[in-house]
């Protein structure tokens, strides 16, 4: 990671998934996330997504930014884990598919995805390769302005599945929507799973067959 030491507390350009691209102070690093200051907020982004990165060509380094990020650990090496441990129950906005960010909190952390809910689609199942990055909102802001006693932050109480996997197999016979429907037919009737591959009847009848390693969201219409 000698790479990012390098540029610690300098301004970077950053090219990450769907030809999106992040500018900011590099402040922060882990071995498999980055914390960036775009100059109004902290980015935290898994290494795994990040395609390059260069020295930007700005002179305004001296951006005023907080002496601790949002979601200090309190711990000399952060991880991707232990960020989004600590993102538990705090309002913030995700990014993993769709084109879109997707607004709420964490509420459990289980071995390769999380649990988020999100006041538009009620409770995510999250895979974790697939979050492209985390913004944390300010302490005096909320998701859609809504007043806390429409965001009731709690954890999970139920037994869940300990993998993504698991978590969809659970599901099967259901009613299913994958990646906020970004194709029609990833929203219908969930058949049995088999082999990372799982079916999904459409609304028409017809079944499509997609690979797990590929589907980013799940959550119950």
Not at 17 to 25: A, S, T, W
Not at 64 to 82: A, C, F, G, Y
Not at 85 to 112: C, D, E
């Amino acid at each position: 990671m000698s790479h990012f030491k390098h540029y610690l507390g300098k301004p970077i350009i950053l090219a990450l998934p769907g030809k999106n691209q992040c500018e900011g102070v590099l402040m922060d690093y882990g071995l498999d996330i980055l914390v960036i200051y775009d100059g109004q907020q902290f980015l935290y982004i898994p290494v795994h997504q990040l395609h390059h990165f260069r020295p930007s060509p700005r002179t305004d380094v001296q951006m005023e930014h907080p002496q601790v990020p949002p979601l200090d650990t309190h711990s000399d090496k952060i991880s991707l884990r232990n960020i989004l441990n600590h993102a538990k129950g705090r309002f913030i906005q995700i990014y993993v598919t769709g084109g879109q960010p997707i607004h709420g909190y964490i509420t459990s952390m289980l071995n390769n995805y999380f649990v988020f809910y999100s006041p538009v689609y009620q409770t995510m199942f999250v895979s974790l390769q697939h979050l492209k990055w985390l913004i944390p909102y300010a302490h005096n802001k909320t998701p859609y302005t809504l007043g806390l006693d429409r965001l009731p932050v709690h954890p999970t109480t139920y037994v869940l599945p300990r993998t993504f996997e698991e978590q969809v197999k659970k599901r099967e016979g259901q009613m299913v929507v994958f990646d906020l429907g970004d194709h029609p037919n990833k929203v219908g009737l969930l058949q049995k799973t088999d082999q990372n591959m799982v079916g999904v009847v459409a609304g028409d009848g017809t079944t499509t067959y997609w690979n797990l390693q590929h589907l980013n969201i799940m959550h119950l219409p």
